[in-house]
């Protein structure tokens, strides 16, 4: 068969593209566990977000809703509207937009009474969103509070990202009783120049440390000071936590939102758990 000069172009196009698409799915997928998860840990649960429909899985996925703030001075309202959260593409788009009233929406999925676990490695392969005003998390609280209130029960920050407060720094944090807030008992980061490419964001959580790691590589780890007396109060890390996924949008962390933004998205190829 005579191959015409239209149809050779075609095959060089076809050809020149394939790498393209090989390296792409090569870097969404690629596996930066660390060798000590890799040789002696089992996945337990996943989300890989490849489902047909757009709502996220309803048996892993409940909400947070509503806009007072959260406890930050934050300015969006939280809802399960699919144009704040949807699947598409093998992937979960997390999406704050400011609506038709100037008024911020957004989502936060949480995992509570549906998945939750105690020890592991857990892992995020995320797209942040780097406009200023933003404030995507990938976090952790406790099911239940057994030692009482915030703090004192606990939080483990896998990520976090503000462009107007840290510039290019992805940090990694725990709260309980013995620090918070901007006194948190540890917390470390590293930078980011394209924060909006596909990241492994992941904790490895033990008995005696929890160690934040960034594409494989430790960044931060705090260890169980293993005190004799109250020592909830330094590790209350030995109960069920649930997993968290957000964007917020000003506040404590976001900072001024500029008035000419509309919209800022983060997106999450899978949430991995081995054991």
């Keep these: 068969m005579k191959i015409t000069g239209k149809q050779k172009r075609f095959i060089s196009l076809l050809i020149a593209a394939f790498p393209v698409f090989f390296i792409s799915c090569a870097e969404k997928q690629s596996d930066l566990r660390p060798d000590f998860v890799k040789q002696n840990m089992k996945l337990v649960w996943s989300d890989e977000f490849d489902g047909a429909s757009q709502e996220p899985n309803p048996e892993f996925w409940d909400y947070n809703t509503g806009g007072h703030g959260w406890g930050n001075g934050e300015r ?72 009482g209130n915030w703090p004192r029960s606990g939080e483990i920050d896998v990520m976090e990202y503000a462009t107007s407060t840290w510039g290019k720094k992805a940090y990694g944090t725990v ?38 790691y960034f594409d494989g590589k430790l960044i931060n780890e705090y260890k169980n000071p293993r005190e004799q007396k109250d020592a909830w109060t330094s590790w209350p890390f030995d ?20 008035s000419g933004l509309e919209k800022c998205q983060m997106e999450v190829d899978y949430v991995r758990v081995y054991q």
């Design 76 to 147: 969006q309202n939280y809802t399960k509207d699919r144009k704040n959260s949807y699947v598409s593409d093998g992937t979960l788009k997390i999406v704050a937009y400011k609506n038709e009233s100037g008024k911020w929406t957004s989502a936060r999925l949480v995992s509570s009474f549906k998945k939750s676990f105690t020890y592991g490695y857990i892992e995020f392969r995320a797209k942040l969103p780097v406009e200023k005003g933003s404030w995507p998390a990938l976090w952790m609280m406790p099911q239940f509070s057994a030692y």
């Design 175 to 212: 709260h309980c009783r013995a620090g918070s807030g901007g006194n948190a008992v540890s917390s470390g980061y590293t930078e980011i120049s394209n924060a909006t490419k596909w990241h492994n964001y992941a904790v490895l959580w033990k008995e005696d440390s929890i160690q934040w």
């Design 239 to 258: 109960k069920d936590f649930y997993i968290i996924m957000n964007v917020a949008m000003g506040g404590t962390l976001g900072g001024d939102i500029p």
